[in-house]
């Protein structure tokens, strides 16, 4: 029996970068939370195959090692001695390359997926601290939920959802590189977002302070590169969107918009002149991923 699991994209509410560390990653601080954007992931066994397989329709989806769902399989594969083979295949709906963090949730599902699959009893805890040595944002994929994240990405520390709202996504036809973006990050011009009063924000469920809340450091760098984003930000506020940011490190701009007629108003306004816009809802705890 094969095993089918939701994937969803995350957004960063709110991104900020405190310092360059030694090993030469950036030390975060972020609130990050899921929404209802989802790869869907099948898990089929290969039984008496000793291999992984990557099945994908899309053509920017590698389908071997550099596939990050390939790399959550083998490290399980290695780590607990599995001789079984396995089939993954991946039904893409997040745009990739888009800071939504496709590859990591698709990496955190078969986590998850093969712990299952493969009777590994292993814990959210311990799969997100596998999921680390992937990708910084492989450990928040695990969790899932709303969550603020610290070290590279990696120490999660989960948190109540905000309030129901829709999200309105737009992503220009471009990828970005997130190591370019670090790189090209000045740290002593930027301004710092205020990641607390998000946190305290989302605690009181004060819907009108996350709006005001939110920030994004690496904005700045990849705003600078492709004005197209910033055009896409410039839009979404004109059309009336409650907060308008890019996510992670770009290129795709999400809004907040709490009534249904003004989304529809933003999301008619956007499709204009943006092949992908996305309307979805912020996923709270309760959601199941499977
Ligand atoms: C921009 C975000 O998506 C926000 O959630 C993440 O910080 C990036 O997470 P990710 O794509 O999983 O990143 P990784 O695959 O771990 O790293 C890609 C590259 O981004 C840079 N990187 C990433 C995370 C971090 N805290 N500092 C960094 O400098 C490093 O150059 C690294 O080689
Ligand atoms: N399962 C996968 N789905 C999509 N891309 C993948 C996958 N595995 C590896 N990749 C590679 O990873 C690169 C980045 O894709 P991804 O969609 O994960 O970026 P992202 O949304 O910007 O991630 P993040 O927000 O974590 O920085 C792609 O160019 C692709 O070659």
């Not at 601080?29 to 899921?34: F, G, I, L, S």
């Not at 071997?64 to 790399?71: F, G, I, K, P, V």
């Not at 979404?236 to 918009?257: E, H, N, Q």
């Amino acid at each position: 029996m094969g095993l089918s699991i939701k994937a969803p994209a995350k957004i960063n509410l709110s991104l900020d970068v405190l310092y360059k560390r030694p090993d030469g990653y950036h030390e975060v601080k972020m609130v990050m939370t899921t929404i209802d954007l989802a790869d869907r992931i099948e898990l089929i066994p290969l039984p008496g195959e000793d291999v992984i397989r990557i099945v994908s329709q899309n053509r920017f989806v590698p389908d071997d090692c550099r596939n990050l769902a390939y790399q959550a399989a083998k490290l399980l594969k290695e780590t607990f001695s599995i001789r079984e083979g396995v089939a993954i295949s991946i039904t893409k709906h997040i745009p990739v390359a888009a800071g939504l963090a496709g590859g990591s949730s698709d990496a955190a599902a078969t986590l998850r997926g093969l712990n299952k699959l493969w009777r590994l009893g292993l814990t959210t805890r311990e799969l997100a601290e596998l999921g680390a040595t992937i990708g910084s944002d492989v450990a928040f994929c695990v969790y899932g939920g709303t969550a603020v994240a610290t070290g590279r990405g990696e120490i999660i520390t989960p948190i109540p959802s905000p309030p129901p709202c829709w999200v309105v996504l737009a992503k220009p036809p471009i990828g970005v590189s997130t190591a370019e973006v670090y790189r090209n990050l000045e740290l002593e011009h930027v301004v710092h977002p205020d990641v607390d009063a998000m946190v305290e924000a989302i605690k009181r469920q004060d819907y009108a302070a996350i709006c005001r809340s939110v920030g994004n450091v690496l904005e700045e760098v990849t705003l600078k590169k492709y004005p197209e984003v910033a055009h896409i930000k410039e839009q979404m506020k004109r059309f009336g969107a409650d907060a308008v940011l890019m996510s992670g490190s770009g290129p795709t701009v999400f809004g907040l918009i709490e009534h249904d007629s003004r989304m529809q108003r933003v999301y008619n306004a956007l499709r204009g002149f943006c092949d992908q816009v996305f309307a979805v809802r912020l996923l709270g705890e309760r959601h199941s991923l499977d």
